[in-house]
């Protein structure tokens, strides 16, 4: 059964951090590219980060660039977004994606509010 559980959301007020976690299970791991998405409400799903099957690659959505960090842990079947200097913008439910040959599976989503 494949299952990827997201955690670490929550409310922080503008300029903190946060970091998102998402454990995998169910499918090769490795073979996944991981890719964090992000919905905020009335808004469509958009990339906010992504990473290759190794790590060694990495992009970024634009709006995000410079404050979040990616990563995976291949042995441990996890990838991290690591979220500084949030903004209020960065508000909305955060989604955790594996994509790879014939396969693209979601998590259920973290909520991250950014509120004065």
């Known amino acids: 059964q494949v299952q990827l559980v997201e955690s670490g959301g929550g409310s922080v007020q503008p300029g903190e951090s946060l970091r998102l976690s998402c454990a995998a299970s169910g499918f090769t791991f490795a073979m996944a590219a991981m890719s964090w998405y992000r919905q905020a409400p009335g808004k469509e799903r958009e990339l906010v980060a992504q990473?290759?099957?190794?790590?060694?690659?990495?992009d970024y959505a634009d709006s995000v660039g410079g404050r979040f960090t990616i990563s995976r842990d291949n042995a441990k079947k996890t990838v991290d977004l690591q979220m500084n200097s949030l903004k209020p913008e960065d508000t909305a439910v955060y989604y955790c994606?594996?994509?790879?040959?014939?396969?693209?599976?979601w998590g259920q989503g973290t909520q991250v509010t950014v509120s004065s």
């Open positions: 990473i290759s099957r190794a790590g060694g690659d990495k």
């Open positions: 994606n594996a994509g790879g040959f014939g396969f693209d599976y």
